[in-house]
């Protein structure tokens, strides 16, 4: 695709999804000045709230935009031993916030750091972490493992009620994709939280692959951060979605 091509898209695919709020937000606030008196309470209150998701959901949308924008001009990665561990209960904690009905059972089996930049693989957690929420079945527990691979350490982010079909998991990772899904018909979100991820872990050498099963009612995100840096990692790992994981010598 030519860049001058992918850029009008960008800018298309963005008006549209910035348009798509505001569009709400002005028909709902003109809705209640033009009918003040004849609206009830609950009326009211129903519209502001609506007024309200859209408002985060536009201020989700920007600060995502700032994102791709920041991590195309700042290549720099600052890669720093990180505790693992910590650094998802953080993850988790920030997550809650929007989720009190969530749970997260976080299981760890790996004392050893991993080497990456601790803002942005916080970022990349955040965005997995909160899919999960948002996409499984309402009060399911979020199951969240981290253990050692080789060169690497896996965090597993498990989620149940919600499955994504193997053909979509390669476009899941595109800018502003969205899966035509009853899923996501009924949570917001502008398509980017993924496509951001992928990018921030690629730049710290690890990478994400996703296992999802039908039957057993599951998606599972995984993430592989390397333990070390890149000059000294003897293996990569092969990724291919819902195959068996292949770690293989450089
Ligand atoms: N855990 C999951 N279970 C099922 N579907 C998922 C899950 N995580 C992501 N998806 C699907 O992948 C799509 C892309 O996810 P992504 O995080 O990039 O965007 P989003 O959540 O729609 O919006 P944003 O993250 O920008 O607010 C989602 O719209 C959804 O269809
Ligand atoms: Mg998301």
Same mark, same amino acid.
């Not at 309200?52 to 720093?80: G, H, M």
């Not at 896996?154 to 899923?183: A, P, Q, T």
């Given at each position: %695709?030519?860049?001058?091509?992918?850029?009008? @898209?960008?800018?298309?695919?963005?008006?549209? @999804? $910035?348009?798509?709020? !505001?569009? *709400?937000? &002005?028909?709902?606030?003109?809705? %209640? !000045?033009?009918?003040?008196? &004849?609206?009830?309470? =609950?009326?009211?209150? &129903?519209?502001?709230?609506?007024? !309200? @998701?859209? *408002?985060?959901?536009? $201020?989700?949308?920007? @600060?995502?935009? !700032? *994102?791709? =924008? &920041?991590t195309a001009r700042e290549t720099e990665i600052i890669l720093k031993e990180i505790n693992l561990s910590k650094l998802i209960k953080n993850v988790c904690d920030i997550v809650k916030i929007n989720y009190k009905n969530k749970d997260f059972k976080i299981i760890s089996s790996t004392m050893i750091n991993s080497m990456a930049d601790k803002d942005r693989l916080e970022q990349v957690f955040v965005n997995i972490v909160e899919n999960a929420c948002k996409y499984s079945s309402k009060d399911s527990d979020i199951e969240i493992r981290i253990e050692n691979k080789c060169d690497f350490n896996v965090v597993s982010i498990k989620n149940f009620g919600s499955y994504i079909e193997e053909k979509e998991i390669e476009h899941i990772f595109e800018k502003f994709y969205r899966i035509d899904n009853y899923l996501t018909s009924t949570a917001q979100g502008s398509g980017l939280g993924l496509y951001i991820a992928k990018m921030l872990i690629e730049k710290m050498n690890g990478n994400i692959k996703v296992n999802s099963s039908k039957e057993e009612d599951f998606t599972e995100f995984l993430v592989y951060i390397p333990v070390m840096e890149p000059e000294r990692m003897t293996q990569k790992v092969k990724i291919q979605a819902n195959k068996p994981r292949e770690v293989t010598d450089v």
């Amino acid at each position: %695709m030519q860049p001058d091509k992918t850029k009008d @898209e960008f800018i298309s695919t963005l008006s549209h @999804e $910035i348009r798509t709020p !505001l569009t *709400s937000i &002005k028909g709902f606030s003109k809705t %209640m !000045l033009d009918n003040w008196d &004849k609206l009830d309470d =609950a009326s009211k209150k &129903k519209f502001l709230n609506i007024i !309200l @998701e859209q *408002s985060d959901r536009l $201020i989700n949308l920007v @600060e995502n935009v !700032l *994102s791709i =924008a &920041k991590t195309a001009r700042e290549t720099e990665i600052i890669l720093k031993e990180i505790n693992l561990s910590k650094l998802i209960k953080n993850v988790c904690d920030i997550v809650k916030i929007n989720y009190k009905n969530k749970d997260f059972k976080i299981i760890s089996s790996t004392m050893i750091n991993s080497m990456a930049d601790k803002d942005r693989l916080e970022q990349v957690f955040v965005n997995i972490v909160e899919n999960a929420c948002k996409y499984s079945s309402k009060d399911s527990d979020i199951e969240i493992r981290i253990e050692n691979k080789c060169d690497f350490n896996v965090v597993s982010i498990k989620n149940f009620g919600s499955y994504i079909e193997e053909k979509e998991i390669e476009h899941i990772f595109e800018k502003f994709y969205r899966i035509d899904n009853y899923l996501t018909s009924t949570a917001q979100g502008s398509g980017l939280g993924l496509y951001i991820a992928k990018m921030l872990i690629e730049k710290m050498n690890g990478n994400i692959k996703v296992n999802s099963s039908k039957e057993e009612d599951f998606t599972e995100f995984l993430v592989y951060i390397p333990v070390m840096e890149p000059e000294r990692m003897t293996q990569k790992v092969k990724i291919q979605a819902n195959k068996p994981r292949e770690v293989t010598d450089v």
